[in-house]
């Protein structure tokens, strides 16, 4: 045990109780202890890099090359994708993949370069090897986009798991995004940024790192094209990025640098070049497509720290009616558990849990459980009693259990890298689904306890399955909380199979999105943490990840109105949307500020319901093409350099641009357009971009802007849906996607692409495909026609 350990334990003696206080100290000792027998020491350690070219071996879709102390197998699949390896590293097996390895490019053939050097040529990119294991991503004109170094290796004497280093360069002009959940994002400054998740304990703000879910995932933008470099390892391990310059030395440029340092693990990578669109194509393609979230998980949902009981929650869903405020789903936490032990319910302040799930579906409202890893360690539980019988729980080195401290005091973990467990822990939701949840939120599953905010509540040593490879919790950490996520949906899939699962965690990894969406933790209250959450989304969203939103408000602290307001305003923008109040969070509902706050907040809630059909449409085109709801403006023009260095708005579709406020005292803001004509949505004004633009953010709104030539399906009036239709610039045509809500199930909705465009005087709208005598299947309303006065949709 170490000092850290002693003072984390003394924190939690005050803060939560000396009984736990105790606790805590004991299981931080054993877990210290534990590692200090159960893991090999490191010792002499002997550094290794590849050596000279020896012999190639080509192979279908690429081949072998070897050096004197190494050998890297490449390939190039058929979906564009590159993959390398060192020392027999394969694609195989690996959590982040979504089935199989795809099949090799059979165009792709590795033939003899330059300088006793080795290279494979594909359609979208040409992968040169050195004679000294330095590996070259080019596009296929030739241009270098990234060139990987001869990585190194340190590996110990007397045998065991070697440490290694990658160093990476990249075009002078690149900025980096990415290496998932990042509060100081989305574009990643110069650094260094850990690859553990952990739970910071606290509520965090920019400057934490790292934060729950960390990814080995870059995306690189620069002006000769855009790239996602992907080093599938779990283990432990920082990346230091440092940005290029140039001009700089007698006028030659600096390049970009990333240096991986990882704990262990193989050394493999998955390289993907093309658009920022086609890179995201790509990556689905390989990691898997985006579970498809319920309608009403796309609409309001509201969080609240202590719900009190049935009446509580009853109160506060009366009074979101009573005000004129939309609501879809309301959120029960820790509090509703019996002795806070998982899968069970307090009876005396729920005696009525399903019929209160009943009461609130008819209206339109599901109820979402928090979900934890930790099982209380009591014999007579009958969670803990039937996960001991499979032998479920994580052990460590010398076959112990693994215990911790959390809520419900002495508690186990489930190895969820084991498929007979996470077979038992998915039927485990049965009861759940019996209470009346609907959807399921999983928390502090990192893990985390008391016992290890910022480290892991398992020892390092312990053991766990890892889908019968086996290894310790130096490799399974990181996968823990996707293969809990992974039981959840599998299991609800199994128990539930005529709905879609709806699971979102706060912790995860590379593949995340097959099973559900996140949610990165108690951000800060206050102006920082409102800027960390559109950088979480942003970041999340450029790895695979697009349904995800933070605590609107905040988790600490007592929001100011203003400060409420703009969360609000941004939340109502992004996938996930969660208001979060209560005691434990200080945040108060909408209708405790006072009339002003009411009214506004009243205003971006029905803006959010309003925009409903528009992100469900998102949420299907992101299952097809891995595409974020949630967009940097440069995501169709990446060499606008000015766009790449924008990060305090983004593009929610093709359609809209929002320009949150992210500070205080406000009332006008400048915003960074890309090119193309846009429409303040609020006042109709036209702008043409590219340009920037000064314009009015008054409290009860923030600046959001319509693509011209957009089709948006919104809710209208009479809760039908009907398309807004923004006049496209004369001479030119526009067009948008509608994808209908057809229920919670599985059903394939139809796609529907409509098209706009200017006849005289006229707008013309119509369906493609369909016979243009036809009727559209909904009502059109046309905006934009204030700048171009006397004419008419049709």
């Not at 340092?261 to 790509?282: I, Q, Y």
């Not at 959450?533 to 600490?556: K, Q």
């Not at 406020?661 to 803001?669: I, K, Q, S, T």
């Not at 692409?753 to 005087?761: F, L, P, T």
Request: proline share 7%; net charge neutral.
């Amino acid at each position: 045990m170490d000092g850290r350990d002693l003072v984390r334990s003394v924190r939690s003696v005050g803060s939560v109780g000396a009984v736990r206080g105790l606790r805590t100290v004991r299981a931080a000792w054993r877990r210290r202890r534990a590692d200090a027998t159960g893991l090999p020491p490191r010792g002499t350690e002997r550094a290794r890099t590849p050596g000279q070219v020896r012999e190639a071996e080509p192979g279908p879709g690429g081949g072998v090359v070897r050096f004197g102390r190494s050998e890297l197998r490449i390939l190039v699949t058929v979906n564009g994708a590159v993959f390398w390896g060192w020392d027999g590293a394969t694609p195989e097996p690996s959590y982040a993949l979504a089935g199989r390895c795809p099949e090799p490019d059979p165009r792709a053939v590795l033939e003899p370069d330059t300088d006793g050097g080795w290279r494979v040529v594909a359609e979208r990119v040409t992968v040169a090897v050195s004679r000294l294991g330095s590996v070259e991503v080019l596009t296929p004109g030739g241009v270098a986009l990234r060139r990987d170094l001869p990585p190194r290796w340190w590996e110990p004497v007397g045998g065991g798991t070697a440490r290694w280093m990658q160093r990476s360069e990249v075009r002078a002009d690149a900025r980096f995004f990415g290496l998932g959940g990042r509060a100081s994002g989305p574009w990643l400054r110069d650094g260094t940024y850990r690859l553990w998740n952990t739970g910071p304990g606290r509520a965090f703000g920019p400057g934490d790192d790292p934060l729950p879910l960390t990814m080995p995932v870059q995306l690189v933008v620069a002006d000769a094209g855009t790239h996602l470099a992907f080093h599938d390892s779990s283990w432990d391990g920082t990346v230091t990025l440092r940005e290029g310059a140039e001009g700089v030395g007698s006028g030659h440029d600096r390049a970009g640098t990333s240096a991986l340092r990882m704990d262990g693990g193989p050394l493999r990578c998955w390289v993907m070049v093309g658009t920022p669109a086609r890179v995201l194509l790509t990556w689905g393609s390989l990691t898997g497509a985006p579970a498809l979230p319920p309608v009403w998980a796309l609409g309001h949902h509201h969080a609240r720290w202590g719900q009190g009981g049935e009446q509580e929650v009853r109160r506060v869903v009366a009074c979101y009616r009573e005000h004129g405020l939309p609501l879809d789903a309301v959120h029960l936490g820790i509090d509703h558990y019996d002795a806070h032990q998982a899968f069970t319910v307090d009876q005396e302040r729920f005696p009525k849990l399903p019929a209160l799930a009943e009461e609130l579906r008819r209206d339109g409202i599901r109820l979402v459980s928090v979900v934890g890893p930790a099982v209380a360690a009591e014999s007579g539980n009958a969670v803990h009693d039937s996960g001991a019988a499979q032998d479920a729980f994580v052990r460590d080195a010398s076959g112990e259990l693994v215990r911790g401290v959390s809520w419900s005091g002495n508690v186990v973990f489930p190895d969820f890298t084991h498929a007979r467990v996470r077979q038992w822990w998915g039927g485990l939701y049965t009861e759940r689904l019996e209470q009346g949840f609907a959807g399921f939120w999983h928390d502090m599953n990192e893990p985390t306890s008391f016992t290890a905010f910022g480290e892991s509540t398992l020892p390092r040593s312990a053991r766990h399955v890892l889908d019968g490879q086996g290894g310790d919790h130096r490799e399974a950490h990181n996968v823990y909380a996707l293969c809990m996520a992974r039981a959840a949906y599998e299991g609800l899939r199994t128990l539930a199979p005529h709905e879609r699962p709806f699971v979102f965690s706060r912790s995860g990894w590379v593949g995340m999105q097959r099973y559900g969406g996140t949610w990165p933790g108690e951000v800060a209250t206050g102006w920082p943490g409102l800027r960390a959450s559109l950088a979480l989304v942003m970041g999340l969203g450029l790895c695979g990840v697009p349904y995800s939103g933070p605590d609107v408000g905040g988790f600490d602290g007592d929001a100011s109105a203003e400060l409420y307001l703009r969360w609000l305003q941004l939340g109502a923008h992004l996938p996930l949307f969660r208001t979060h109040a209560g005691a434990g969070a200080g945040s108060k509902e909408p209708w405790e500020s006072g009339a002003e706050v009411l009214r506004h907040a009243r205003v971006a809630l029905v803006e959010r319901r309003r925009l409903q059909p528009y992100f469900v449409t998102l949420a299907h085109l992101a299952r097809r093409t891995g595409a974020p709801y949630v967009r940097p403006l440069w995501w169709s023009a990446p060499e606008e350099r000015a766009l790449r260095d924008c990060e305090d708005a983004f593009l929610l579709g093709d359609c809209l641009l929002v320009a949150p406020v992210l500070g205080p005292g406000v009332e006008r803001r400048k915003v960074r357009l890309p090119g193309g004509r846009w429409y303040e949505t609020a006042t109709g004004r036209a702008y043409d971009g590219p340009a920037q633009v000064l314009v009015d953010a008054p409290l009860d709104r923030i600046p959001v802007f319509a693509h011209a030539g957009a089709v948006i399906p919104v809710r209208g009036e009479d809760g039908g849906l009907e398309l807004e239709v923004w006049a496209p610039v004369r001479g030119r045509t526009g067009g948008g996607t509608v994808v209908a809500d057809v229920g919670d199930g599985w059903e394939e909705p139809e796609i529907e692409r409509y098209s706009v465009r200017w006849a005289g005087a006229r707008i013309v709208v119509e369906r493609e495909g369909a016979d243009g005598a036809r009727e559209l299947p909904y009502p059109v309303r046309v905006r934009g026609l204030e700048a171009e006065p006397g004419l008419e949709p049709h």
